[in-house]
């Protein structure tokens, strides 16, 4: 397939592309800056120049493609619009090209909110954080378009890799304290960026038209043994509050007590994560 990626190069666009080239896919890969051009080639992705907010100065210029994998988002206050006008120059392009491409779409495990015992499905009502309720009118209108075969994935709380969430408990270890948001005992759903990759790469392959997906690997895992098992002298406590000043509102999502279900991608596609211990995962992090 010849599939086009925005994101490429962020913590789960990486591995994705680089999953996509193994496989024997031709990527093309939007960038913006120089230097992102530059790593996508090293990468062996062929490169198109181009803004996200400025979809009208390169979309004419996209060839034919057999799918989308959409990555790419910045927390910016103003991403609800960016993203529209991302999709009404995008879908109509992608319909008048002669065949139907597929376009997966990237909502997020916080797009359900808090599910306390509960663990949520796809087939869970959304319960979206507020910054983030942006999101789902432009997941559905992706996933109902008669312009392209439109597909969601729902990535759980991603780690590993150059980013992922553990990066913030590492950079806080290295300083002596690890901080968690709102509790020790608040739940957060898990999957490795390695793991995440193979599941965008079926999705894309073969994922039905209409479907979603729950990014998930391990349901849930109190965010306080993760924080400890970094082995920092202290863990502390912050409110919602403070890490939304210090981060942004989108922040609040670390406070978010979730447990999510991946059954229905190893089901229906065959997904079979690699990675199901993220204390192994974080202690051999720390051996390297």
């Not at 996933?143 to 913030?168: C, K, N, Q, T, W």
């Not at 202290?234 to 999502?253: F, H, S, Y």
């Amino acid at each position: 397939m010849r599939v086009f990626v925005l994101g490429g190069t962020g913590s789960i666009g990486t591995p994705v592309l680089r999953e996509l080239i193994e496989r024997g896919h031709d990527v093309v890969a939007l960038a913006r800056s120089e230097a992102s051009a530059i790593i996508l080639e090293r990468r062996g992705a062929t490169v198109l120049r181009g803004d996200l907010a400025a979809p009208e100065g390169w979309v004419p210029t996209l060839p034919a493609v057999d799918g989308v994998i959409h990555l790419a988002c910045d927390f910016a206050s103003d991403m609800a619009a960016i993203e529209r006008g991302l999709l009404d120059t995008l879908l109509p392009h992608l319909a008048r090209q002669g065949t139907e491409a597929r376009f997966l779409y990237t909502g997020g495990c916080w797009l359900y909110g808090a599910t306390g015992d509960r663990i949520a499905s796809e087939d869970s009502p959304f319960a979206p954080l507020a910054a983030f309720a942006w999101m789902v009118p432009h997941l559905l209108r992706v996933l109902d378009s008669e312009e392209v075969a439109g597909i969601v994935v729902h990535p759980a709380m991603v780690y590993g890799g150059e980013g992922g969430v553990f990066r913030r408990f590492a950079r806080d270890a290295a300083s002596g304290s690890v901080r968690v948001v709102g509790a020790e005992s608040v739940r957060w759903p898990l999957v490795h960026c390695d793991d995440l990759a193979d599941l965008y790469a079926l999705a894309i392959e073969a994922a039905p038209r209409g479907s979603s997906y729950i990014g998930t690997a391990v349901d849930s895992m109190p965010v306080g043994q993760l924080a400890r098992a970094f082995e920092a002298p202290e863990l502390q406590v912050l409110p919602p509050d403070v890490i939304a000043e210090e981060l942004g509102e989108w922040a609040r999502g670390y406070a978010c007590d979730q447990q999510l279900s991946g059954v229905r991608a190893r089901r229906e596609l065959g997904w079979r994560p690699a990675h199901l211990n993220p204390i192994a995962d974080i202690h051999q992090w720390l051996r390297q």
